[in-house]
Structures are given as C-alpha cells and as structure tokens.
C-alpha cells in the first residue's frame, strides 16, 4: 500500500483530523523539502532522515469538549520549554524533553507552531 493510501486508511471515518493532517503536512513538506511520512498503527511520524515530529489521536486525558477531533502533534526539544500551548511536557532525560501539542482546528497550525517543530529538527537523533 502506498503512503497516500495509507493515510487515508489511518484517518478513515475522521475527515476533520485528515485536514488537520494535511494543513500539518503541506506546511511541514514546504518548509523542509526533504520530508519523507511513515504511517504506523498508532501515528504518522515526519521524517528527515529521522523522526522529528509525530501525530497521533489525543489520549482523551487530553481532550476537552471542544476538541473531539483533535490530533496529537509529538515533538521533542532539548530544554525544558514551557508553553501555553504545550498540553504535557514530558522528560526523557537531563537534556530531552517530549512535547505533546492538541491541535483542533487549521488557524492552530501557525508560523509558531511550526517554529516550536522546527527546533526539535535541530536536535533529532542526537
């Protein structure tokens, strides 16, 4: 199955969260070209050669009322960086931390929030 095929399978039944996806991926894939997506069963990871971002359907912990349709945006940063945005911060380690992002509507995928994914680029697999 193609990458295309499987993102329609992964998304099947929720088209709100497929154009939330797809405003993601457009702006992501337009500012780092060399952007390859891997579906998996539980999320869609971006990769460039490595993982740098991953979206996945919020744990419900996570939701509000408003936002049932959701997605999870996963990155990681290397500070501790606290955001209003951010709906968890989670330490790895010292210097790793993972952020989880509730994106529920397209006007949230914003110059911001792609500069918060575009400094977890500069810190992947290292």
């Known amino acids: 199955m193609d990458t295309v095929a499987q ?3 992964f998304f099947a039944g929720r088209p709100r969260q497929w154009a939330l996806f797809e405003k993601l991926r ?3 894939c337009g500012q780092y070209p060399g952007t390859q ?8 990871s971006f990769d460039d050669p490595k993982p ?3 979206v996945s359907n919020p744990p419900r912990a996570l939701l509000t009322q408003g936002n049932r349709d959701a997605l999870l945006i996963t990155f990681g940063l290397r500070e501790r960086m606290d955001h209003p945005r951010f709906a968890q911060v989670v330490p790895i380690s010292r210097s790793r931390f993972t952020i989880h992002v509730v994106v529920a509507g397209e006007e949230e995928i ?8 575009g ?8």
């Open 7 to 9: 993102i329609d399978a």
């Open 26 to 28: 457009a702006a992501l």
């Open 37 to 44: 997506l891997r579906v998996m069963k539980t999320c869609i």
């Open 52 to 54: 740098y971002c991953y």
């Open 110 to 117: 914003d110059e911001e929030l792609l500069f918060l994914i």
């Open 119 to 126: 400094k977890a680029i500069h810190c992947k697999g290292s």
